[in-house]
């Protein structure tokens, strides 16, 4: 087994295109990192199913009014106690997704407005989601817990 990183420890970065083809091409590095590194399931399941999420939203909005050519790093890092902190960092328009208000609840599916899920997705697979912009860049923080045994 696989001793976990130090507090704090940078385990990984990648450079990706701000293309929908990079959304498999990190969740599949993201993959390699959880195996390499004996990452619960939980946790995997939940740090890979926000990143694509947050990813897909960056690709998808955070150019669309950008003179610059898109930018998009991904920072894996090891946290106390097992954690995991994926940084994603573009150069994309300023937008703070932890402002978002969740989705009103409604009767039924049929009432259900398509869209604005993704970040309560997230709030509820993650330990915590922080955003920042520093200069031109947003910054936006995804940490994971393994699973706490039951007792």
Known sequence: MTMPPAADTLISALRVGADIASIAQVTSWLGDLADEHDWPPAMRFGLE???????TNVISYGFAQ????PLIRVEVHGLEGGRIAVHLIDNGV??????????EAVDSIE??????HGVQ??????ESLTYRRE?????LTLVAAPARAAG
């Open 121 to 126: 997705l997230m709030r509820h697979f993650l």
């Open 111 to 116: 009432d259900a407005r398509i869209g604005g």
């Open 66 to 69: 950008s003179p610059r050519e």
């Open 49 to 55: 199913l926000s990143v694509e999420e947050a990813l």
């Open 135 to 139: 200069g031109d860049e947003n910054h």
């Open 94 to 103: 300023a937008f703070d997704p932890t402002t978002l208000a969740e989705p």
